[in-house]
Structures are given as C-alpha cells and as structure tokens.
C-alpha cells in the first residue's frame, strides 16, 4: 500500500491493487493501439484514436494514468516507418526523382512524355494549385456578405414581409431618414 494523504483518507488509485489492474489494462490497450498501427503519438487527446483503441481491446472506459501507461509502453516500440519506400522506375530501376503516371512509376528519363519524344508539359501557372489557393484567399477578403437585400429592406418597411415590431420601426425611420436628405438634391 501506498502512504495515505495528510487527511488520512486512502486514495483508491494508487494502491497495489490499483496500479496492477492499470498496467494490465495498459498492456492490453498497447497491444491493440498495435495492431491498428498506433503508436504512443497517435493516442493523444483529440486525435479520435483512444476509442477506436479501446474498442478494439474490448474495454469499457480507461483513465489518463491508463493512456500515460500505454503510452510508455508504445515509447518503447521501435519507430515506425513514416512513409512507404519509393517505388522504382518500371523502365531502369532509378529510385531518384520517381513520379507516378498511369502507365507506373517513371523517372524524369522514362516519363511518357519522354518516352514518346515530347518534351515535359509545365502547368500553367496561374491554375497552379497554390495560385488557386491565392485568388481564393484574395476573393474572400474582399468579399462582404450583404446583411440584407434591398427588396428584403422595402418589403420589411412596407410591412409585407414578416419581421419582428423593432425590425420593421427601425428599417421604417432608417427608410423616412434617408427620404429627408434625399429630398432636396432631386
């Protein structure tokens, strides 16, 4: 048993009991982060991973201790392998530069452009995807969503369009206010 806090009460988490039922539980949701193919990063809070892990090691619920535990355990687990190894050139073998095409992995030298005595097409670059990513930057910027439409605004001062008492005043003075400074230029 552990020591008890000042107050004298015992803090039922961390007793021997207590701890071995959580490195089991540990152990278990490690065995099955492993064979969805997580490691200790992919089971942080948020990521949407804890359940899937918990579901498939058939358990109910597990504390924070729980996860730091099985995280622990997953440090420990050899890295994983960050991307897929690059397939080779179907025509030489190259591993440098491979690009894939509908025909397979191709190097510069062996890309069906080349093969077929054309050189390279360029995109454009204006339908590039990063200056299609600029202009719709550029657009929503300025663009300012109109609050109202100007036949939304006669209808409601008018009153033949349902709105609340304050909205239909409002928009009637806004409407005798504007009637008042425009008056005189006619």
Same mark, same amino acid.
């Given at each position: 048993?552990?020591?008890?806090?000042?107050?004298?009460?015992?803090?039922?988490?961390?007793?021997?009991?207590?701890? !071995?039922?959580?490195?089991?539980?540990?152990?278990?949701?490690?065995?099955?982060?492993?064979?969805?193919?997580?490691?200790? +990063?992919?089971?942080?809070?948020?990521?949407?991973?804890?359940?899937?892990?918990?579901?498939?090691?058939?358990? +109910?619920?597990?504390?924070?201790?729980?996860?730091?535990?099985?995280?622990?355990?997953? =440090?420990?687990?050899?890295?994983?392998?960050?991307? @897929?190894?690059?397939?080779?050139?179907?025509?030489?073998?190259?591993?440098? +530069?491979?690009?894939?095409?509908?025909?397979? @992995?191709?190097?510069?030298?062996?890309?069906?452009?080349?093969?077929?005595? !054309?050189?390279? /097409?360029? @995109?454009?670059?204006?339908?590039?995807?990063?200056?299609?990513?600029?202009?719709?930057?550029?657009?929503?910027?300025? !663009?300012?969503?109109?609050?109202?439409? /100007?036949?939304?605004?006669?209808?409601? *001062?008018?009153?033949?369009?349902?709105?609340?008492?304050?909205?239909?005043?409002?928009?009637?003075?806004?409407?005798? =206010?504007?009637?008042?400074? *425009?008056?005189?230029?006619?």
């Amino acid at each position: 048993m552990s020591a008890a806090p000042a107050s004298g009460e015992i803090d039922w988490t961390e007793t021997d009991e207590a701890r !071995h039922n959580r490195r089991a539980k540990a152990a278990r949701l490690a065995d099955a982060a492993r064979a969805l193919g997580l490691g200790a +990063d992919d089971l942080a809070v948020g990521t949407g991973n804890r359940l899937r892990v918990r579901r498939h090691a058939g358990i +109910d619920a597990a504390s924070e201790k729980t996860w730091a535990e099985t995280a622990l355990i997953l =440090a420990d687990d050899p890295p994983r392998p960050c991307a @897929p190894a690059a397939r080779p050139c179907w025509h030489c073998g190259a591993r440098d +530069d491979v690009r894939t095409y509908l025909n397979g @992995p191709a190097c510069p030298q062996h890309t069906p452009a080349a093969l077929a005595g !054309h050189a390279e /097409v360029s @995109p454009d670059p204006a339908t590039t995807l990063a200056a299609l990513r600029e202009r719709a930057a550029i657009a929503a910027a300025g !663009h300012q969503p109109p609050t109202t439409t /100007v036949v939304d605004e006669r209808a409601v *001062t008018a009153g033949k369009r349902r709105s609340a008492n304050h909205v239909h005043q409002a928009m009637k003075t806004a409407a005798l =206010a504007r009637a008042r400074t *425009t008056r005189g230029r006619r």
